[in-house]
């Protein structure tokens, strides 16, 4: 007749398998994390440029559509006519969304934007006439105003038509492209900085690299 377990022996098995989910649970969990940002940044970047391309065939080349300035956004270019404006010519047929609503009650350096929410659980903030995006891996985390920029959000460029010599490369005729810091001087190494290190994983073909800056 086989012999059953004690509670003494029950106790401790439930006691190691306690100990080992309390070790292993946090890096299980930034495991998740790592990839969803990986997976969902990658997505974005996909999915807007493909809606550029294809708004290019309705509406013509993407560098004529900020030269002139629609009318809309000539005295303010986050204001809601501005935003709406540009968001329902160029991009509104061409993304699923889930939600899409202006927000006053929220701003980001002290400029209110288009909150935009992807099905996948991800949202973006459109702002300054269609140029800036803010992307959020996790759209719940747009109201946070505790985030930590390349950990919670990440920021992207639309700027096709720019003359400005030192981001020519990264911007002319493109389409939205991760934000990179004016005087960059063409390295990975001086990627290495909170606000544009959305480039940096990019460049690390979209996954995030050993020496990024912050744990995800």
Known sequence: MKKGFTIAEVLITLGIIGIVTVITLPTLIAKHRKNLIE????????????AIKMAEADYGDKKDWFSPLPEECESDKDSQNCLQTFYDKYLKKYLIVHKVFYNTEYKDDNFNSL?????????????????????????AKMQDENHINCKDRFYFGFYPNTTVESIVQN???????????????????????????????????????DDYPIKP
């Open 39 to 50: 997976t969902r940044l990658k997505n974005f970047y996909t999915t807007m440029n493909q």
């Open 115 to 139: 909150w935009i929410y992807f099905a996948n659980g991800s949202g973006v903030k459109l702002k300054y006439a269609g140029h800036d995006y803010i992307f959020y891996p996790e759209a």
């Open 171 to 209: 911007y002319r005729n493109k389409g939205i492209e991760p934000y990179i810091n004016s005087n960059w001087d063409g390295t990975r190494e001086d990627l290495i900085n909170r606000r544009y290190c959305a480039k940096l994983i990019q460049l690390n073909n979209w996954q995030i690299p």
